[in-house]
Each structure stands twice: as structure tokens, then as C-alpha cells.
């Protein structure tokens, strides 16, 4: 069965483009050249990916990205963006955008992203064997539930989005032993991922603030020019 793929892209020569080359390539694709339209098809539709930009007429793709994940929404979400807007590129990975790629760009880029974007969710939604042996692992003030993707700091349950989650067990994994950007990247994002190590750093960044609310016993320490180490204190 063919992935679908939702286009929210209000330049129509760009968003023929997309739609072309992705059927092209064996892709369903849906376009809306609205943010309220193309917010409604996400939330009505299944979608297997959205492709989305930021400068939209009705509602923005800031607005569009947060609302979705505010509403559980989790369809890969790619972002088009400007490129020389950092900026705009860290408050979506922040919001929760799996991906971005920069205005302009080439079709091969383009694809590619969308392949890498699509074997990485695919990855991550592969059923467990279930087990009745609950996991858990504590650290400090911290119990980490692996088979849940759950949290809790002081027995209050904390969010973090999957891939922060994913970063955490690594870190816990080698709690204590400087991990570098690379190993981060290529063991969570996988080594087919074509975005760079500003990913890295926003994710250890949020999940480092959420970590840190209202507990000191564990740390996420900065290692200048390397990585990160994850710290356990007694």
C-alpha cells in the first residue's frame, strides 16, 4: 500500500513540485495551500508523513505542528524552512518536528529525506513481544518504565517526545561515559539520518530542563567539543 503523504505548502509552483515527484515515486500525496485546511486534513486524515511549511496564510506552521502534537498527533512531520532561519529550524524541532530541510532544495534531497523520515517511524512503531515483567530502572529521583516510553520525576509523571526518550536510555545505557554527538545521532536517528548534530543538541537540551525540574541527583553534564555524559549522584 502506497505511504500518504499530506503537502501544506501555499507557493504552487513548489507545492506541484512536491506533489509530482513524490507520486512520481510511488507516494499518495494530499495538497492544502492553507494552514486551516491543511490542519483539518492532518487531524481528519491518516497520513504517513506531513511535509510542511512555515510561511502559511490562516495559520502558521508553528501553529499547525503545535496544535497536532498538542492533540497526540504523532505523523512524522518535515519542515520547510529558510535557510539561513536557525532560529525558526530550533523552535520546530523544539515543537516537535522530526526533520526540516532549507529552502531551496533538490528533489534527491528532498526524497531522501522523506525516505530516512519514514524508516525511522516505521522503526519505531514495530510491535514488542509482550512480557508481564514489568521494566524499570531507577535513578535517583527518577524511574524509567523502557517498554512505556514513560517517566516519572518524583512519582509525577514528566513528557518527553520519543526521540528524547530514546536519548535517555542510551545516556542511562552508558551512565557515567562521555557520548558523542556522532554516536547519539547515528544510534538514535539511525545512520541514514541527513540532518546534522543541531538535532542532537535541541533534543539533549530540552531533555535536560525537563530532567532537571525539581531533582539533583541526575545530571546531564555538557563535555566542551565531545558530547554529553549522563551523571548519577548518591
Known sequence: MSKKV????????????????????????????????GLQHALQQYFDLIILDIMLPGLNGFEILSKLRDQKVKTPIILLTAKTAEEEIVQGLKLGADDYITKPFGVAELLARVSAVLRR????DLPTEETTDERVII???????????????????ISLRPKEFEVLL???????KVI????????????????????????????RKKLEL?????????????GYKLVVKS
Open 6 to 37: 499530506l503537502v501544506i505548502e501555499d507557493e504552487p509552483t513548489l507545492s506541484r513540485l512536491l506533489s509530482y515527484n513524490l507520486s512520481q515515486t510511488g507516494y499518495e500525496t494530499k495538497v492544502a495551500e492553507d494552514g486551516r485546511v
Open 121 to 124: 517511524s516505521n522503526s519505531d
Open 139 to 157: 535513578l535517583g529521583d527518577l524511574k524509567i518504565y523502557p517498554d512505556q516510553y514513560e517517566v516519572l520525576l518524583n512519582e509525577e509523571s
Open 170 to 176: 542510551h545516556m542511562v545505557e552508558r551512565q557515567g
Open 180 to 207: 558523542t554527538r556522532d554516536d547519539l545521532m547515528n544510534i538514535v536517528w539511525g545512520f541514514d539520518y541527513i540532518g546534522g548534530q543541531r538535532t542532537v543538541d535541541v533534543h539533549v537540551s530540552s531533555l
Open 214 to 226: 525539581g531533582q539533583n541527583s541526575v545530571k546531564i553534564e555538557s563535555i566542551r567539543g565531545v
